[in-house]
């Protein structure tokens, strides 16, 4: 396992970056051999998900958890909004897109609705738990640093590129530090101390639940351990 750095306010090493690819690539492999322990966790009682891409992804790239959960018993959705640009992607800071998106899977089910969240997509969930915890039932983040340092990671230029926004804005700040409080709603946070991408200590839940897998960044959607963690943590709130 390539160790990620142990100060939270520093990117992951360039070792652990240069990682990313291979890792997910085996990663992938190894899903298919893993088919019977993904299936031996508990089954869905029908109620919605909606799951949100991470930076630069669209709803294509979740298609595999995707299907995995509809497979086991749930409704699940995506988000229907495009490529994840950040906050332009939702219509703003507020996030006016999302919440309609969540609004209207809320009133189609008659129930609050499951976020689960990839990276930038998880930081997002967390704020719209916070501003309509009506809408929400819980939340889930799989490799989402929002805690830290908006550069503690290695795709902040990125970021920058395609949202319009400095990670330092004040605006960005404001939105870390909102993402950041203990949620109003159940939440668990599934995290990896070896991801490449983003520090792992800052996608660590101090105020929820949280499980450490092994696993870099890429694809972690796809790895056994973490499609296990999100039916666990779904099945033990029916």
């Not at 296990?228 to 779904?234: D, E, G, K, Y």
Request: aromatic share 6%; glycine share 10%.
């Amino acid at each position: 396992m390539v160790l990620n750095a142990v100060d939270p306010k520093a990117p992951p090493s360039k070792l652990a970056w240069a990682a990313e690819a291979p890792r997910a690539i085996l990663g992938l492999t190894k899903l298919l051999a893993a088919w019977p322990e993904i299936r031996n966790v508990p089954q869905g009682d029908g109620r919605p998900l909606l799951l949100l891409p991470g930076l630069l992804n669209a709803d294509r790239s979740l298609l595999g958890l995707k299907l995995y959960l509809d497979h086991i018993g749930y409704a699940t959705h995506g988000w229907e909004l495009g490529r994840n640009l950040g906050p332009r992607s939702i219509g703003g800071p507020e996030g006016p897109l999302l919440r309609q998106r969540i609004e209207a899977i809320r009133d189609a089910a008659g129930a609050p609705v499951t976020l689960i969240g990839v990276s930038l997509g998880g930081i997002m969930a967390r704020i719209m738990a916070h501003r309509h915890p009506e809408l929400v039932r819980e939340v889930i983040t799989i490799s989402s640093p929002f805690c830290g340092s908006g550069r503690a990671t290695n795709v902040w230029l990125a970021y920058e590129l395609v949202s319009g926004e400095r990670v330092d804005s004040p605006a960005a700040q404001a939105f870390l530090e909102e993402a950041a409080r203990p949620l109003p709603v159940p939440s668990t946070a599934i995290w990896s101390r070896s991801d490449g991408l983003v520090n792992g200590l800052n996608c660590y839940d101090p105020g929820g639940r949280s499980i450490e897998v092994k696993s870099g960044h890429l694809w972690v959607q796809m790895r056994a351990e973490v499609l296990c963690a999100v039916a666990n943590a779904i099945g033990e709130r029916q």
